[in-house]
């Protein structure tokens, strides 16, 4: 089975704090996905990276950066935490499609951090 | 860009019975592939059934089967036979066949109740 570790479930920062956010696959999966989930809005994409270095900006990146320096490894930054960045994070990752050829591989999911900023 | 619309943000369904979770979409594209993803209280979101658009039957997995009307923009989730452990939060999901991220609906409270 597909396992998807995101570092922390629970986190407690401070505003202006730099904040990170990591999450780790072991399927060798091309596709990492970081998404901020919130009451009544469903999950909106953040950041997502197809490759190595590589990185997309989502429908909210604002406030926020990532690092993929290993194909395993997708690091979600907070610059400088803020409140209205409380909220459940969650790391998903999917096989990509240039290995698949197919665009129905599913998206696998950690357990999601919930982060708090006071 | 598309966007993924669930009307009922709260749901609930008595032991054994059956019910059905709305999704709709809105997409310029032909072919594309839509999900239900299961969310349960404090625990991993896991994929429930996933539909490609092209394929004219409906899919299904055990007690859960879509309701897939391409034209309506309409994919709804009928569970059979609820139990305890369908208590969850359910997303409808849209993907497109370029690109590499989904688009998530607002998401469906579905209590199962003894």
């Known amino acids: 089975d597909v396992k998807v570790t995101q570092s922390s479930r629970y986190l407690v920062k401070r505003t202006g704090e730099k904040v990170f956010l990591e999450c780790v696959q072991d399927?060798?999966?091309?596709?990492m996905f970081w998404y901020r989930q919130d009451p009544g809005l469903g999950l909106r994409l953040i950041y997502f990276?197809?490759?190595?270095?590589?990185?997309e900006k989502g429908d909210i990146p604002e406030g926020y950066s990532v690092s993929r320096e290993k194909k395993e490894r997708f690091s979600l930054i907070l610059e400088s935490a803020s409140t209205n960045q409380t909220s459940m994070y969650l790391c998903?990752?999917?096989?990509?499609?240039?290995?698949?050829?197919?665009?129905?591989?599913?998206?696998?999911f950690g357990d999601g951090t919930r982060l708090s900023i006071l | 860009a598309q966007t993924v619309t669930q009307s009922q943000p709260e749901m609930s369904v008595q032991e054994a019975e059956t019910v059905t979770l709305s999704c709709t979409y809105d997409?310029?594209?032909?072919?594309?592939?839509l999900f239900w993803y299961k969310q349960p209280p404090s625990r991993q979101m896991i994929l429930v059934i996933r539909?490609?658009?092209?394929?004219?039957q409906n899919a299904t997995e055990n007690r859960f089967s879509v309701n897939f009307q391409k034209a309506a923009k309409s994919f709804s989730l009928k569970i059979s036979d609820s139990q305890l452990g369908d208590t969850a939060m359910y997303f409808c999901?849209?993907?497109?066949?370029?690109?590499?991220?989904?688009?998530f609906g607002p998401g469906t409270r579905l209590s199962v109740l003894p």
């Open positions: 998903a990752s999917s096989l990509g499609v240039g290995r698949t050829g197919e665009f129905d591989q599913p998206q696998h």
């Open positions: 399927m060798d999966h091309e596709n």
């Open positions: 990276s197809y490759d190595v270095k590589m990185k």
């Open positions: 997409t310029s594209e032909n072919n594309y592939y």
């Open positions: 539909q490609e658009a092209y394929k004219q």
């Open positions: 999901a849209f993907r497109n066949n370029y690109g590499q991220n989904f688009v």
